[in-house]
Structure formats: structure tokens, C-alpha cells
């Protein structure tokens, strides 16, 4: 079944950096496109970044454009998102996700705090 399992969460001050995994099985990986969401206390869920299969085209919210990089890694079926100059806005539980014939499926997620 589909999995995805996300790492490299954590606390770091403004201005930081952190590069989050999502490690996918269970489908062909470079057939999908995937995305980060995140979602903070009380707010809604929102995509942040988002990559398409081979060869890969990017979409950026506009809060995050500039700051931050999806990137995939078919071989290893993995998608990451590099996160610089982070503000403490960012702070949220991140979620990689991908539609798989027509079905959404998340991972756990994986919660960035940014904090002096």
C-alpha cells in the first residue's frame, strides 16, 4: 500500500534553514506528482510546494517562493523540500502527499518550529 514517511522536522531561529524528506513506497514513484503541505495551530491546511513527475515542474505558494526548493529523487523515491531564510510564520506540521489513482494519501507529518 501507499506509504509516505516524513523526516528532518525540528526548531530552528529565523533566518535558518532545515531540508525535510518524505521517503514514498507502494507506488511507481515517478509516475505522480508530489506536494508539501503544512498546516498551523488553527489555520487551514495549505500546499506549499509542489513537483510533477519526470521531468519535473515546480509550483511555489507565493509565501515560500524564493525561500523555498521542492526536489525528487526517483531512484531513491523520495521528495524533499529545502527551506531557507525561515520565518517564524513557517512554523507548522508538514505533510508530503500524492494522488494515487484518484486517492489522496499523507504522511504523518513532521512538525518545523521556528523560534529565536
Known amino acids: 500500500q501507499v506509504q509516505l514517511v516524513e523526516s528532518g522536522g525540528g526548531q530552528v531561529q529565523p533566518g535558518g534553514s532545515l531540508t525535510l524528506s518524505c521517503a514514498a513506497s507502494?507506488?511507481?514513484?515517478?509516475?505522480?506528482?508530489m506536494s508539501w503541505y503544512r498546516q498551523a495551530p488553527g489555520k487551514e491546511r495549505e500546499m506549499v510546494a509542489q513537483i510533477s513527475s519526470i521531468p519535473g515542474a515546480t509550483w511555489y505558494a507565493d509565501v515560500v517562493k524564493g525561500r523555498f526548493t521542492i526536489s525528487r529523487d526517483n531512484a531513491k523515491e523520495v521528495v524533499y523540500l529545502q527551506m531557507n531564510s525561515l520565518k517564524p510564520e513557517d512554523t507548522a506540521v508538514y505533510s508530503c502527499?500524492?494522488?494515487?489513482?484518484?486517492?489522496?494519501?499523507w504522511g504523518q507529518g513532521t512538525q518545523v518550529t521556528v523560534s529565536p
Open positions: 502527499s500524492c494522488r494515487v489513482q484518484r486517492i489522496d494519501f
Open positions: 507502494g507506488f511507481t514513484f515517478s509516475n505522480y506528482a
